[in-house]
């Protein structure tokens, strides 16, 4: 798993994923366990949905 997101992609998933977290605290809803996705691939930095796209916003040269 090399990374795939870069550090503003992390940063903005960090900010998703509190927010969603915290809204579904408050709301007492679902959303809070959505916003967990969005924080978990920001602390590993890779994302399977990216790896299916091919997409790649890290600016570190990919090993094939």
């Known amino acids: 798993m090399a ?11 960090v900010v998703l994923g509190s927010v969603l977290v915290a809204g579904g605290f408050y709301f007492k809803s ?12 920001a602390a590993i930095g890779w994302c399977p949905l990216y ?6 916003t890290c600016k570190v040269p990919q090993k094939s």
């Open 3 to 13: 990374c795939n997101e870069s550090r503003v992609d992390r940063i903005l998933r």
């Open 30 to 41: 679902w959303w809070g366990i959505v916003g967990l996705v969005p924080l978990l691939t």
């Open 51 to 56: 790896s299916l796209l091919g997409v790649h």
